[in-house]
């Protein structure tokens, strides 16, 4: 089995959990590709990699989707980071099981909606697609109003910060924090969540996954921030924005068969509840 591992740039005390980690992987027969020295871009991954360890937190996660692209890879997330809600196992000493059980092919795979975004004014290299949200916000003191229509059908505009339009595995992350609902990774929904609206009768609306947008903004500043998961760019008023679920998603593989409910406990301490422990 050829493992491709990805990680961004580590600190010193992470060092050593690396050197193990590809230690277990080699003893278990795997071939290693490493980023940084066998491959540095999407372009250079090898066409025979069989899994992909994204190892990081849920940021490095979602940038290891950039390289995978396309091509299926499952993608296990392995927490170097902090809070890590897409990552499926820790590197600690003793408690490695789950490298073999990777390595032999014991765990589940669940394919996740992503996002796409079109427009002609986006840049040649900028990779159009998000697994969480996509995301346009303010840029100066001004609010935006945000133009918003759904299958055609325009919808009231949005006088906010902002707004968020997340996918189900989006709903923990940027869309939470703002007022989205929780939804389960598997539910074939769209998430839009206003970030700071004006209005206060304005709420997030779930959409059907296979809704198209169209969207553009009007604001003082005459500008706005695009992001795509954690890559941005610049953009302008009047510019047009189409989002569509997209034509392929990403393979995320779990090790547990409670994982994201377990991860709501664990990791956002999920009925946290002193009378649960009498």
């Given at each position: 089995m050829k493992v491709a591992v990805f990680f961004r740039e580590l600190d010193k005390w992470q060092i050593p959990s690396l050197e193990l980690l590809e230690r277990e992987l080699a003893a278990g027969g795997a071939e290693l590709c490493i980023h940084g020295r066998d491959f540095t871009s999407w372009s250079d991954l090898p066409e025979d990699v069989d899994l992909f360890l994204s190892l990081g937190g849920d940021g490095t996660f979602l940038q290891a989707?950039?390289?995978?692209r396309e091509r299926q890879i499952p993608v296990a997330g392995i927490n170097f980071g902090r809070l890590g809600f897409l990552t499926t196992a820790k590197v600690e000493e003793g408690r490695l099981g789950w490298v073999k059980d990777l390595l032999e092919g014991r765990y589940t795979t669940e394919t996740r909606d992503i996002l796409k975004i079109s427009s002609d004014v986006l840049p040649v290299d900028f990779y159009p697609y998000a697994g969480n949200e996509i995301t346009i916000q303010r840029q100066?003191?001004?609010?935006l109003t945000v133009d918003l229509k759904i299958n055609g059908r325009p919808?009231?505009?949005?006088?906010?910060?902002?707004?968020?339009?997340?996918t189900a595995t989006g709903s923990t992350a940027y869309s939470m924090s703002v007022g989205g609902p929780i939804v389960v990774p598997s539910s074939k929904v769209l998430i839009i969540a206003?970030?700071?609206?004006?209005?206060l009768n304005v709420r997030p609306l779930v959409a059907p996954v296979d809704s198209q947008f169209e969207l553009r903004f009007r604001s003082r500043e005459g500008r706005a921030s695009l992001t795509l998961d954690?890559?941005?760019v610049e953009v302008k008023e009047g510019d047009v924005?189409?989002?569509?679920?997209?034509e392929y998603g990403f393979r995320y593989v779990s090790l547990s068969e409670n994982g994201?409910?377990?991860?709501?406990?664990t990791k956002l301490l999920w009925g946290e509840d002193k009378r649960n422990f009498e």
């Open positions: 989707l950039t390289y995978v100066g003191a001004g609010m919808i009231p505009p949005y006088w906010a910060d902002g707004i968020v339009i997340a206003p970030i700071a609206p004006h209005n954690n890559r941005s924005f189409r989002i569509t679920k997209g994201f409910f377990n991860a709501l406990r």
